[in-house]
């Protein structure tokens, strides 16, 4: 079967690292995704991983193994409003449609 | 910057109504999705569309059915709303093998 695990909750404080896990297991593969999502709110893109290793944006950084099943978003210098859920979404290679397997997010609660 | 929107944030409606949720994106995107997201679940795929008139099932087609006349717009349907179809809305759009885009959601309470 298909299946993407994420932590339920973390808590970290302002300033501080975090890092928020990924596994998956899918019938093939075409790239990773995280977004970000506030209460109430869409879902916003912040990054995508295709092949091995880390991609860095500012304070947000994706790490990808795919031999592992597993990714990772850190988040460095946490600010209260990083505050928010974090999605993992893979695209399924054998999916010619483009749909994404979704985990069912991983909410962040920064304390200060 | 893409823009995609949906016909309205909040949503009340009675048992047995049917319902009507649009959405448009001005992106020319091909392939357009409906989920639905509520606590604990994650997003649950209702339908897509990867063509205008085309349409497949997602996880979670029944009680809904979906409309794809033009390529901006996708309508989501709910023949006969019920109690347990009160959730948040989602619309995404995308091109081909790019990330989704979504809409800001529909809160929709069926009393």
């Known amino acids: 079967g298909q299946n993407i695990d994420q932590p339920t909750e973390m808590t970290a404080t302002e300033g501080a690292i975090v890092q928020i896990n990924c596994t998956y297991q899918t019938s093939g593969f075409n790239g990773l995704f995280w977004y970000q999502q506030h209460a109430g709110e869409a879902p916003t893109f912040l990054s995508y991983?295709?092949l091995d290793g880390l991609e860095e944006k500012g304070r947000f950084s994706s790490f990808l193994s795919r031999s592992k099943g597993y990714s990772y978003l850190l988040l460095k210098e946490l600010q209260m409003k990083d505050s928010a859920s974090y999605l993992c979404a893979v695209r399924d290679s054998r999916d010619s449609n483009y749909q994404l397997i979704w985990g069912a997010g991983t909410k962040l609660i920064i304390k200060p | 910057d893409v823009k995609v929107t949906q016909s309205s944030r909040y949503l009340v409606k009675r048992t047995g109504e049917k319902v009507f949720l649009e959405c448009v994106q001005d992106?020319?995107?091909?392939?357009m999705f409906w989920y639905r997201q509520d606590p604990g679940l994650g997003l649950r795929l209702i339908y897509f569309?990867?063509?205008?008139?085309?349409?497949e099932k997602g996880d979670i087609p029944e009680g809904y059915s979906v409309s794809r006349e033009k390529k901006e717009r996708f309508s989501l349907i709910l023949e006969s709303a019920s109690t347990n179809q009160t959730s948040m809305y989602l619309c995404a759009s995308s091109g081909s093998f790019e990330r989704q885009y979504f809409g800001p959601g529909t809160r929709l309470t069926v009393t």
């Open positions: 992106m020319d995107h091909e392939n």
């Open positions: 991983n295709v």
């Open positions: 569309s990867y063509d205008v008139k085309m349409k």
